[in-house]
């Protein structure tokens, strides 16, 4: 059943909505790269600082986006426009209706990654994976990625084609209940490992004497990663979010399923790598080297390591699904405002941008190899100019539009509609005082990372 395409789709409620946003949220930033930052950054001081900044600075972005995509009723480039017609506000709604448009080809393809490793382990490869060679002789061979890719990517497309209530929502139903428990099951059999108990005492006790500046910039750009702050995502679930919602109550319960989904990916990796490696942390490398490298290493050297495996690795399949899932929808709300097409038409549009800068990214490895931007690999570069350049922009560009122009006494009015608005206090100092510094810090710590100047 599709749904009417001559009215704004919506969600059934609050549960959809949240589970819907929870799944944009618990990706790939979440399980590769959250456990890596924390591990580097002094664990249980890292995870610390990490909530303290979700539920001020991250609760604060989440709410604007959302409360100004139920206000306009439309996708970015729809909600910056409907408070003005002038550039900066074309330009703000645009640059966070791009960034989703240009992440999920390049996400598809590691999602294409994923797909494959669980394959191999369901054929029981766990020893053949583990195999220091077999990740780039993988990427390396251009048929086998652009297959996994395309596989991978129709999944996406078939699943926005259907729509909101039945395609987006009821997936997100169905794998975050899977997804939670998946990580439970998989955190249970790391942290029973011999000698995980330190990698676990490592994540979970905060020890100042680990803290450093680096400390809270890292966790900050870590908080744009896993809550889809700056991807559009927001404004676009919003926009399908009715009146009568709680918006602060759906937030509240949006950072649970996001702290717990990182302190699940922390605890499955950390005391798991802490094990094999005999508590050394340096072995917690950052991206794909450590979901396609590093682990496969640990489950080939632990008891059961097929059936973990293929736990783990449908459990980060879910992850990627539901996260590009949200990409791709607020895509297609986007061509949807501005194109007047119906869903399946800017469906398949979405489709077809996935497919093409995908097969661009898939094939940077092997047969465009030789192609470098800025001494970076097509995916690479895409993930480059997305998270470290285009997102802080777009959350600056949220900030200046609330603070500047739709201002703090009507999104108070927005949100107080339908909720208590218990932390509005921390609002508007984040608001008015706070964001902007922080996007800044982001920003030029990103740039500078890349760069060589700093090392995240």
């Avoid at 306009?72 to 448009?101: C, D, E, L, Q, Y």
């Avoid at 390049?106 to 195999?131: C, R």
């Avoid at 005391?271 to 991206?287: E, T």
Wanted: aromatic residues 14%; hydrophobic residues 55%.
């Amino acid at each position: 059943m599709k749904e009417d395409t001559t009215t704004r789709s919506s969600f059934s409620g609050r549960l959809g909505y949240v589970l819907a946003a929870a799944g944009s949220a618990v990706g790939l930033g979440n399980i590769w790269r959250f456990p890596y930052l924390a591990a580097k950054y002094g664990g249980g001081i890292f995870l610390l600082v990490y909530l303290i900044l979700m539920l001020t600075f991250g609760y604060t972005l989440i709410m604007s986006e959302t409360a100004l995509g139920r206000m306009t009723k439309r996708s970015p480039v729809g909600a910056f426009a409907a408070f003005g017609k002038r550039v900066p506000f074309r330009f703000g709604g645009w640059v966070n209706a791009i960034i989703p448009m240009l992440i999920v080809p390049y996400y598809s393809v590691i999602g294409g990654w994923v797909a494959k490793y669980l394959f191999e382990y369901l054929k029981g490869n766990t020893k053949l994976l583990a195999e220091d060679s077999y990740f780039a002789d993988f990427t390396a061979s251009g048929g086998s990625v652009e297959f996994w890719f395309v596989c991978f990517s129709l999944v996406v497309i078939l699943v926005i084609i259907t729509g909101v209530k039945y395609g987006v929502e009821r997936v997100s139903k169905v794998m975050m209940p899977i997804l939670i428990l998946l990580a439970v099951f998989v955190t249970i059999y790391s942290v029973t490992r011999p000698g995980a108990i330190e990698g676990v005492k490592y994540f979970l006790i905060p020890d100042i004497s680990h803290f450093s500046w680096m400390t809270i910039v890292a966790a900050m750009g870590q908080m744009f990663y896993s809550l889809s702050i700056a991807m559009g995502i927001l404004y676009t679930y919003g926009s399908y979010i009715k009146k009568d919602v709680d918006l602060e109550k759906a937030t509240t319960q949006i950072e649970i399923f996001d702290t717990a989904i990182a302190m699940l990916a922390g605890l499955m990796i950390i005391p798991a790598v802490f094990a094999f490696s005999g508590g050394d942390p340096d072995m917690l490398q950052a991206g794909p080297s450590l979901m396609f490298i590093t682990i496969p290493k640990v489950f080939a050297n632990m008891g059961f390591g097929t059936v973990a495996g293929i736990m783990f690795f449908l459990l980060v399949l879910f992850a990627a699904l539901t996260s590009a899932i949200s990409l791709a929808e607020s895509g297609v709300s986007t061509f949807e405002d501005q194109l007047g097409w119906s869903r399946t038409k800017c469906s398949l549009l979405m489709g077809a941008v996935i497919l093409i800068i995908g097969s661009a990214s898939a094939l940077g490895f092997n047969v465009l190899s030789f192609v470098s931007i800025l001494g970076m690999s097509i995916l690479d570069f895409f993930d480059f100019l997305t998270n470290s350049i285009l997102m802080p922009i777009a959350a600056l560009a949220t900030c200046l539009l609330v603070t500047r122009v739709v201002g703090l006494d009507k999104m108070a009015q927005e949100i107080g509609q339908s909720s208590a608005f218990k932390r509005k206090k921390i609002y508007n100092l984040f608001m008015k005082y706070l964001a902007a510094v922080c996007i800044g810090i982001i920003l030029i710590s990103s740039v500078a990372n890349v760069l060589g100047i700093i090392s995240m």
